[in-house]
DNA sequence: CCTAACTCCTGCATGC
DNA sequence: TGCATGCAGGAGTTAG
């Protein structure tokens, strides 16, 4: 559930907490959390003993802890991944999956991570266009909150496609940091049907679906991120309340608060979506 | 090259 | 009560 407002709220409170701290020892309590560190859970640990953080970085759902030395800690949190700063001595979480220290005694880094979608593996950092990121992400397009997102050449790139246009507004190729929840609540803002084919949006609604989804994004991110359960919680372990500004997702049966139609849910891509009826009429030849 | 289906995983809600 | 089923879904992998 985690998307870019709420991964960008844990890459704040990482930059607050971890750092400019050194690394001392590493644990992996899961080894399915470190399984795209290809060397192992115990090259991950050994390799980490020693290191400082030098900042916390974001590019779309991805999150990184940068290491000295061009070198990072790649997080995904999948569909449950928490970062969380704890004293230590703290009762291990259920589902803690790896815990870091630091030479300072102070507090703790825990990932946990209930459906272990999510992972940490370190990763070499490479220049992409200007920007140091980390291997696995190369192929991650900018996301409306970065300052060199290009507008124009993201809606050209959406264009292009020959789908669906919320596939291609989930596809992190082209625009990173939507998911499911954000991209139905830009489509609803937009009026536009989950099902419309990309080739047949002009390039001012594909301009206006981009900005409602930066503008969904910022609101929620302002708001602590969305939760529907305590998945999702920041790193103090405390939930963001943008759940309750959302229109269209989760809303099945309710009124439509522009024109009052009852929200519907269709199922996609063995998931759902989420709209209205008649502010989202389907199109004549809907791209399934 | 492109698009779409498949797959990984756990916990909770629901129905018989 | 207990068991089966469905659902939540990001993104790498595989198939066509």
Request: glycine share 8%.
């Amino acid at each position: 559930m985690p998307e870019l407002p709420e991964v960008e709220v844990v890459r704040r409170g990482l930059d607050t907490h971890v750092t400019g701290r050194r690394i001392t020892a590493v644990e992996v309590l899961h080894p399915r959390a470190t399984r795209r560190h290809e060397l192992g859970p115990v090259d991950f640990a050994d390799r980490l003993a020693g290191r400082d953080v030098v900042a916390a970085r974001r590019r779309g759902k991805y999150l990184w802890l940068e290491l000295d030395g061009a070198e990072a800690i790649l997080a995904h949190l999948g569909m449950s991944g928490q970062m969380l700063v704890q004293p230590e001595g703290t009762a291990d979480e259920k589902h803690l999956r790896v815990r870091l220290r630091f030479d300072d005694g102070g507090p703790e880094l825990r990932f946990v991570d209930q459906r272990t979608f999510g992972g940490l593996a370190m990763a070499d950092l490479v220049d992409v266009d200007g920007a140091a990121l980390p291997v696995p992400v190369a192929h991650i397009a900018r996301d409306p909150m970065d300052p060199a997102f290009d507008p124009d050449a993201a809606v050209t790139a959406l264009r292009r496609k020959r789908t669906g246009v919320k596939r291609a507004l989930l596809d992190q190729t082209l625009v990173s940091g939507v998911g499911n929840i954000y991209a139905d609540e830009s489509l609803w803002r937009t009026k536009l049907h989950w099902a419309r084919p990309t080739e047949k949006l002009s390039r001012a609604q594909a301009g206006e679906l981009l900005s409602a989804a930066a503008d969904v994004m910022n609101e929620a991110l302002a708001a602590g991120g969305t939760s529907f359960d305590a998945l999702y919680v920041n790193v103090n372990g405390q939930s963001g309340y943008f759940d309750r500004a959302l229109a269209v997702y989760g809303q099945e049966g309710r009124a439509c608060r522009r024109c009052g139609s009852v929200i519907r849910r269709d199922p996609f891509m063995n998931r759902s979506s989420y709209s209205c009826p008649k502010c989202q009429p389907m199109p004549k030849n809907p791209h399934i």
